[in-house]
C-alpha cells in the first residue's frame, strides 16, 4: 500500500474514510553528572494545571485523596510529546485534586539520558512512582532486575485486557504477568517532507531507496539539503538504519536479526551500511550537534527537504502551528511502503513506589479511553485502546490507525520493542560511532560482534 499523499487527497471524501478508519480499527485483532542530571530530574517543574472539559469516561480507579504526591519519570520535553503529557497531567489533577506531580523529565530523544538517570535512581533506591518504558524486549530488564510489580490483576480489573490488541498484550507480557500499560503506538518509519519544496522542484516524494538517491541529488544540485538528521542524542543514525535495514531485508528477514543467534554475516548488512553512508552523505553537516526536533525543524524552516523519524515529529509540528498536507507531508520512509514499523509507550509501577495509589490512579488514566483520546492527538501518536473516538485524530493519525490494522508490522530495535537494552546499547554504539567516520566495514564487524549478546 502507498503511504504517499498529496496535500489534498484526504479530502475529497472524509466520510467515506471516517468510516473505514472507524470499522477498520474497530476489527483490528481480536556519578556526578550523573547525580546532577539526577538532581535536575528530581526537581523537574510541575505540570502546569488547566482545567479541562468534564471527563467523557471516567476511569474506575479509586482516586487517593488526603493531598500527597506522584512522581512521573519521561524523556518527553520537547513540542508535542510535553503537551500530550500535560493533557494527561491536567485530567489527572482534575480526578485527584490535591495531589502534587512531579513531572520528572531527563531530555534527549528515545530516553538515552533518562534511561542511565533512572538507572541510577533504581540502583540507589530511589524509584520514582511510575516511568515511561516501551512494551517489549526493553522492560524486560527492569522486571528481571527486580524493580516493577506486576499489574496483570490491575490490568483486568481496569478492563485495558479487553481494548487492547492481542499483539500488544504480547508485548507487555512477560514470565507469565503483565507489566506496564501502554499508552500509544508509534510508528517508526515515516519520511516527512517539505511539501513547497518537493512542488517547487517538480519532485515526488522517495518510495525506493533507488528514489530517494534521484531525488536527493536533484535537490542537492539546487543547493537544498536532502535530509535532515540530528545525532545528540545518540538514538538518530541507529533509527535511520533501522527503516534502511528493514527496505533491504523487507519484514520477515529483519524481525529474524534481532533473534538469539541472527546471521548478521549476511551480506545485506554491508549492503545496509553502504545505503546508510550515502544517505549520510546527503544529510546536514552539523549532525551530531541537532537533536531529533532540530532536525524536524529544518524541514519545517524549508532548510531540509526531509527527514525519517517516528511519527513524535508529527505531535512536534503540530506543537509549532504546522498544517500536515499543506506546510509538510508524510510518505513510509524509502523502501519501507506497506510495513509499519512500530513501538509503544508505556508506564509501569516501581517496585517500593513512594505513592502507589497515587501512581495506580495514574496508571488507570494511561489506560482509559479518556486519557489516550487526551494525549494522542496531541503526541502524534494512535491510542493502545481500539476503541479511541477517531474523530479527535487528525489526518495522518487516522491513516496511522488504519495501517496499524492493515500493513505487515516490525519492531523497533531502537525504540525498545524488538530486543533487550543491553543489545540496543551496543546496536546504537555501532551506529553512533558510524555516524562520524562512515566506516562501513567497520560498522559491519561491530553489528556483527553486537548480536552475539541477542538474548
Ligand atoms: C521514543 C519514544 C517517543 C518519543 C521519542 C523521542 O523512544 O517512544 O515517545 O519520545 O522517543 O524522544
Given amino acids: 500500500m502507498v503511504m504517499c499523499h498529496s496535500p489534498h487527497d484526504h479530502l475529497h471524501n472524509p466520510k467515506g474514510r471516517e468510516a473505514m478508519f472507524t470499522t477498520k480499527w474497530l476489527k483490528l485483532f481480536g556519578v556526578f553528572s550523573i547525580l546532577a542530571l539526577v538532581l535536575a530530574a528530581c526537581g523537574g517543574a510541575p505540570a502546569t494545571t488547566q482545567p479541562t472539559a468534564a471527563p467523557a469516561q471516567p476511569t474506575t480507579a479509586p482516586a487517593p485523596t488526603g493531598g500527597g504526591k506522584l512522581e512521573i519519570f519521561s524523556w518527553w520535553t520537547n513540542g508535542g ?12 489533577k482534575q480526578q485527584n485534586p490535591g495531589i502534587e506531580i512531579v513531572n520528572a523529565t531527563v531530555a534527549g530523544g528515545a530516553g538515552t539520558n533518562a534511561k542511565t538517570v533512572l538507572k541510577t535512581r533504581l540502583q540507589g533506591g530511589q ?32 478492563g485495558f485486557d479487553k481494548v487492547m490488541p492481542p499483539k500488544l498484550l504480547e508485548q507487555i507480557t512477560y514470565n507469565g504477568e503483565i507489566w506496564s500499560v501502554p499508552v500509544n503506538i508509534h510508528r517508526s518509519n515515516v519520511l516527512w517532507y517539505n511539501i513547497k519544496i518537493f512542488q517547487e522542484n517538480g519532485l515526488t516524494p522517495p518510495k525506493t531507496i533507488d528514489d530517494f538517491f534521484t531525488v536527493a541529488e536533484a535537490l542537492q544540485a539546487k543547493g537544498i539539503i536532502p535530509l535532515a538528521v540530528g545525532g545528540k542524542d545518540k538514538f538518530e ?10 527496505a533491504v531485508f523487507g519484514p520477515d528477514d529483519y524481525a529474524k536479526l534481532f533473534q538469539p543467534g541472527a546471521d548478521w554475516s549476511d551480506p545485506r548488512v554491508r549492503q545496509a551500511a553502504e545505503i546508510a553512508k550515502r544517505m549520510l552523505e546527503y544529510s546536514n553537516s552539523d549532525r551530531s550537534s541537532l537533536g531529533w526536533a532540530d532536525a524536524a525543524q529544518l524541514v519545517l524552516d524549508g532548510k531540509a527537504a526531509m527527514t525519517i523519524m517516528g511519527d513524535w515529529a508529527h505531535g ?16 513510509a520512509a524509502p523502501g519501507n511502503d506497506g510495513v ?13 513506589a513512594p505513592n502507589p495509589e497515587q501512581a495506580k490512579a495514574w496508571l488507570a488514566l494511561c489506560g482509559s479511553r479518556e486519557g489516550q483520546d487526551a494525549f494522542n492527538p496531541k503526541k502524534g501518536s494512535i ?10 485524530y487528525d489526518e495522518y493519525l487516522q491513516y496511522s490507525i488504519k495501517a496499524f490494522g492493515s500493513e505487515k508490522l516490525a519492531p523497533s530495535v531502537v525504540h525498545g520493542a524488538a530486543a533487550p537494552e543491553a543489545y540496543m546499547t551496543e546496536y546504537g554504539n555501532a551506529l553512533n560511532v558510524f555516524a562520524s ?17 541477542l538474548k
Fill in 81 to 92: 510529546e510535553a503537551d500530550g503529557l500535560n493533557a494527561m497531567f491536567d485530567i489527572y
Fill in 127 to 158: 524509584p520514582p512512582d511510575s516511568w515511561q518504558v516501551h512494551a517489549g524486549k526493553e522492560l524486560t530488564a527492569y522486571v528481571d532486575a527486580g524493580q516493577m510489580e506486576p499489574l496483570t490483576q490491575f490490568f483486568k480489573e481496569q
Fill in 237 to 246: 543514525t541507529p533509527h535511520l538504519f533501522e527503516s534502511v535495514l528493514l
Fill in 316 to 331: 512536534y509540528f503540530i506543537s509549532k502551528g504546522a498544517k500536515v498536507g499543506v506546510d509538510y507531508g508524510y510518505a
Fill in 340 to 352: 509499519f514499523m512500530w513501538l509503544s509507550d508505556s508506564f509501569g509501577l516501581a517496585k517500593g
Fill in 383 to 392: 491510542p493502545a485502546r481500539t476503541d479511541a473516538n477517531v474523530s479527535l
Fill in 437 to 453: 567516520d562512515l566506516d562501513v566495514d567497520a560498522v559491519v564487524e561491530a553489528l556483527q560482534d553486537a548480536a552475539k549478546d
